[in-house]
C-alpha cells in the first residue's frame, strides 16, 4: 500500500527563516506528488504538484518542491517564511488503484507556526 | 464557478441519530472523494466514486455508506452515529487520472 510520510510534526519559524519540510514517499510506480496547505479553519488548498519534467517545481506564494527520485523525498522548500505561512502543510501521492479510478494517500501533516 | 460545495458547516449528533452529508461540485469532475480529518491523522478516505455510477471503499468505510447521485453530487451517510465518528469531513473532487483534487469547505461533526 502507498505510504507518505512527514518527518516534522511542529515547525516553529521566525519570520524571514527560511523553510524545510520533509516528504518522503513509497515507491508505486508512476509518482503523482503534491502539497496542500490547510490555513486555520479553512479547507486543504494546492500549493504545488509534480506529475513529471523538471524536478524542481514552483508553486504559490513562493513555495518550490524538489522531487529527488533516488531519496523517493518531494521536500517543500520557502526561502524566506511570513507570518500568514502560518498553516498545516499535507504532502500527498495519488496512486492508481484500479478501474480507472485514482487514490490519494496524505501525510500527516506539519504544522507550521510563524513567529512576528 | 463555487468549485466544492458541502452542507452543513456543523452539526452536533446524538450517539445512534443518522445523518447524510451533502456535496457538489460544478467543475464537471467524473471522480468525487469523501475524507475525513482528525488531529496528527492527516486525512483519511472513507469512500470515493471514480465515476458516475461507480463507487468504492477507501482507508476507513466502516459505519459510512455513499451515494452519487449524478455527476455533480455525492452524499455520505452515517447510519448510527457513534463518538468515534467525531471528525472534520472533507468533500473533494478530480478530473480523474490522478490530477489535482479540489477540496470543499468542510463539515465539522460532533458526536455526542
Known amino acids: 500500500a502507498q505510504s507518505v510520510s512527514q518527518h516534522n510534526h511542529h515547525v516553529i519559524l521566525s519570520e524571514a527563516a527560511s523553510l524545510e519540510l520533509g516528504c518522503n514517499y513509497s515507491y508505486g510506480g508512476t509518482v503523482n506528488l503534491f502539497w496542500y496547505v490547510q490555513y486555520p479553519g479553512q479547507h486543504l488548498q494546492l500549493l504545488l504538484k509534480y506529475f513529471s519534467g523538471d524536478p524542481l517545481v514552483k508553486g504559490i506564494k513562493g513555495f518550490e518542491a524538489e522531487f529527488i527520485k533516488s531519496k523517493f523525498s518531494f521536500n517543500l522548500r520557502k526561502p524566506s517564511v511570513q507570518w500568514s505561512d502560518t498553516a498545516e502543510y499535507f504532502c500527498a501521492d495519488s496512486a492508481y488503484s484500479g478501474a480507472g479510478s485514482y487514490q490519494l494517500t496524505f501525510g500527516k501533516g506539519t504544522k507550521l507556526s510563524v513567529i512576528p | 464557478n463555487a468549485g466544492v460545495t458541502q452542507t452543513p458547516k456543523f452539526q452536533v449528533l446524538k450517539t445512534g441519530q443518522s445523518m447524510t452529508l451533502q456535496c457538489a461540485q460544478d467543475m464537471n469532475h467524473n471522480s468525487m472523494y469523501w475524507y475525513r480529518q482528525d488531529p496528527g491523522m492527516g486525512l483519511r478516505l472513507i469512500y470515493y466514486s471514480a465515476s458516475e455510477g461507480t463507487t468504492d471503499k477507501g482507508e476507513v468505510p466502516n459505519g459510512y455508506n455513499v451515494s452519487r447521485l449524478n455527476k455533480r453530487e455525492f452524499s455520505l451517510r452515517l447510519e448510527s452515529a457513534a463518538p468515534s465518528q467525531t471528525s472534520v469531513y472533507f468533500c473533494?473532487?478530480?478530473?480523474?487520472?490522478?490530477?489535482?483534487?479540489?477540496f470543499g469547505p468542510g463539515t465539522r461533526l460532533t458526536v455526542l
Open positions: 473533494a473532487s478530480s478530473g480523474g487520472g490522478g490530477d489535482t483534487q479540489y
